[in-house]
């Protein structure tokens, strides 16, 4: 089995317009799919960074000497880039989320389909787990992750099960939570299962605070010309790109200069997200929410 099946591998890598010698980043190496088909259409004074934060990645880490593996969240990429006397780069790739690899390993506990401790962290040094939160949270606090981050219809019933739940014994495994889940699934099982695990690996995971630091280094470290093309899985993420690309800030508001001329730090390359065929989610069927935005700084 292979370590995880690249979405939209060979649109993403056309839309960074790799130049023979110039120097990328892919920010989620994972198995290094798009990493190798960046690779080959560098030249010799090409170089391509890649960043990981999970310890699973090391064996499949490249070892030609036009790459650079930086082991650690995407969310420090302007700090190991100067690390590296990198200032500016030429192009960068996100495919963000969690891995097929991750989502198959039941030992890290980020998938419903096996029983394992709750624990779903990317980082594997990580201090917080998913049972960590289950256990710790208060009521609001757990409503307030499975809402924003799952949309989780019936967030409130949810969070006040898990607290009588954990009052009477911990929530320790994927089976003890799914005994909590079973009463409170609404419409689809797998669907609604997804959304709730999914709510909680991100806030495991800081996945959106880390996306936002991201984001922002990405539009310093981008040479002007330079493309950015990030594929997204859920609306949350998917909405806060789309808004990064259009105003160039976290808040997607519209700046204007003394002038009154709108500031626009990128050309939106993808007017609308580009979509996987039907025939790549028939083989991949992870791909089917994805959404990729390239966008080129001005």
Do not use: C, W
Request: no cysteine.
């Amino acid at each position: 089995m292979s370590y995880h099946d690249p979405v939209l591998l060979q649109e993403s890598i056309d839309a960074l317009q790799i130049k023979e010698n110039g120097i990328y980043v892919d920010a989620t190496y994972g198995g290094g799919g798009h990493s190798k088909l960046i690779l080959q259409k560098l030249g010799a004074k090409g170089h391509l960074y890649g960043f990981d934060q999970d310890e699973d990645v090391l064996p499949n880490v490249s070892e030609n000497e036009r790459f650079t593996f930086i082991h650690h969240n995407f969310k420090y990429l302007k700090r190991f880039l100067k690390l590296n006397g990198v200032v500016q780069v030429d192009g960068i790739l996100a495919d963000l989320g969690v891995s097929s690899y991750q989502l198959n390993q039941a030992e890290r506990g980020f998938s419903f389909r096996f029983d394992a401790e709750l624990d779903m962290r990317m980082n594997q040094q990580g201090d917080i787990t998913a049972a960590k939160i289950l256990n710790n949270y208060d009521s609001k606090e757990l409503q307030n992750v499975f809402s924003l981050y799952g949309e989780v219809r019936n967030a409130k019933t949810l969070a006040n099960a898990i607290v009588d739940e954990r009052n009477k014994k911990p929530i320790k495994t994927i089976n003890d939570f799914l005994q909590v889940l079973g009463p409170l699934i609404r419409g689809s099982r797998n669907r609604y299962l997804a959304q709730v695990f999914q709510a909680i690996r991100i806030e495991v995971n800081d996945e959106i605070g880390a996306l936002k630091i991201f984001l922002e280094s990405a539009k310093e470290v981008l040479k002007p010309g330079g493309r950015f093309v990030v594929i997204a899985y859920h609306s949350l993420e998917d909405r806060l790109v789309k808004n990064f690309f259009k105003t160039g800030n976290l808040e997607g508001e519209v700046i204007k200069d003394f002038y009154g001329n709108i500031e626009r730090p990128f050309k939106i390359i993808t007017k609308k997200a580009m979509l996987p065929t039907t025939v790549e989610i028939k083989i991949n069927p992870r791909a089917r929410s994805a959404k990729m935005r390239v966008a080129e700084k001005i």
